[in-house]
């Protein structure tokens, strides 16, 4: 079956950086493009990022310039690096699959907290 599992959240303070991981199997994980989604507390999930399979990658506005995403498709492995964080990064980070047919994501993660607070 289809599993993503994220990991490297924690907490950080302003100005800190992380690097999310999501390890991702059964499947053709270069066959896929992938993104990361987010949800802060008492708010809806925001798309974040994505990296396709034609080497584009992709950022929302609030993140464009901080934050990193890359895979290694030989680890069937999907990063996020994030940096200059802000207290409203804080969310559960989820990576995502994308729909082949069509815009949208058809598996999510469990997803990884992060924290950012002095």
């Known amino acids: 079956e289809v599993q993503l599992v994220e990991s490297g959240g924690g907490m950080v303070q302003p100005g800190g950086s992380l690097r999310l991981s999501c390890a991702a199997s059964g499947f053709t994980f270069s066959s896929y493009d992938m993104s990361w989604v987010r949800q802060a507390p008492g708010k809806g999930p925001e798309w974040v990022s994505a990296d396709n399979t034609d080497g584009n990658t992709y950022y929302a506005d609030s993140v464009k310039g901080r934050f990193t995403i890359s895979r290694d498709n030989a680890k069937n492995t999907l990063y996020l690096q994030m940096n200059s964080l802000k207290p409203e990064d804080t969310a559960l980070y989820y990576c995502?699959?994308?729909?082949?047919?069509?815009?949208?994501?058809?598996?999510w993660g469990k997803g990884t907290l992060v924290t950012v607070s002095s």
């Open positions: 995502a699959r994308d729909l082949v047919a069509a815009d949208g994501l058809d598996y």
